[in-house]
Every structure is written in C-alpha cells, then in structure tokens.
C-alpha cells in the first residue's frame, strides 16, 4: 500500500466523526498484561466513558469486562472494532466487522492491510488505519499531556518547577 493510498484511511473528519460519535468499541487483541500498548488503550478509552470490549480467545476478563474469542460472539452491538493484530488477520477482522454491522474499522500503528480495509470499506464501514485511537481521541478532545494522561490544567506551567 503506498502512503497515497494510506492517506485516505487517516482522513480528519472521518477521525473525529468517528470518536466523536462512537459509544462502544470492540478491541480486538486487547491483552490483559498490562505494559502492552493495548491494554493501555483499552484502560484510556474505558476511563474516558467508552464502553469496552475485549475481543481475545485467550483471556476470559481483561480490564474486568468478558472477554470474547471473536467478533460474532460479542452480544451487543459495535461502533467501532479497534485492531491489535497483525497485519495478515486484518482481512479476516474486516469481515466479521461487516458481519457484525460495526461502524468503523480503525487499524492501529503498523496494522495495514489493503485487501482488510477495502472489504471493510465495501462492507460500508468507515476505515481508519495507522492511528492510535487513543492519541487522536486525546488530540481532538485537548486530552493530550506527555504521559499521555489527562492533567485537567490548561497551562505549560507545572507546579513546583518555576
């Protein structure tokens, strides 16, 4: 895939329809060790009112919510299907996103995969791919801070180091 095609997959306002609009997410790969990446993701989206749900066949409860082996076992439904998998397994994701009547597929970093992001697309399912849910939710709802945790200050200024 050439960034030309990539950049149609990382359009703004389909991002911030998409996270402005959007009430539950499936994570799939979410992990319950908590240094991975996903499971940060997870814990973020979860703390900020989404509703999240572990798509992972290895674990029964991540984050103290039923975790699920697949997309079709989930029993409610999907606004988005957050991707922590391998590139390869996206076309296989796309699919059970449409079988599923989920929104949005949204790739993270390093996930793409042309041949998933058009089956999601000709599914009718918004695409977003290499972008972190969690920074661009951050970066749209002026949640960012370097940590990647929410200060609730408006100013650069932190206290005690003038």
């Given amino acids: 895939m050439t960034t030309t095609d990539l950049g149609r997959y990382q359009d703004v306002s389909t ?34 009112g989404y509703r999240v749900i572990p798509v992972n066949p290895r674990e029964a ?7 699920y082996p697949s997309l079709r076992d989930v029993p409610v439904p999907v606004d988005i299907v957050n991707v922590f998998r391998a590139p390869d397994a996206l076309p296989g994701i796309a699919r059970e996103a449409v079988a599923i009547n989920a929104s949005t597929l949204w790739c993270q970093f390093g996930v793409i995969n042309a041949e998933g992001g058009q089956i999601a697309e000709d599914g009718g399912l918004a695409v977003v791919m290499d972008r972190c849910l969690k920074i661009e939710h951050a970066r749209y709802l002026g949640r960012m801070h370097w940590l990647g945790f929410n200060t609730q200050r408006i100013t650069s200024v932190r206290t005690g180091l003038q």
């Fill in 61 to 67: 409860t991540i984050l103290g919510e039923t975790s």
């Fill in 15 to 48: 991002i911030q329809r998409v996270i402005h609009t959007a009430r539950t997410i499936a994570i799939v790969g979410l992990s319950n060790n908590e240094l991975r990446a996903s499971n940060f993701v997870g814990y973020y989206l979860k703390r900020h």
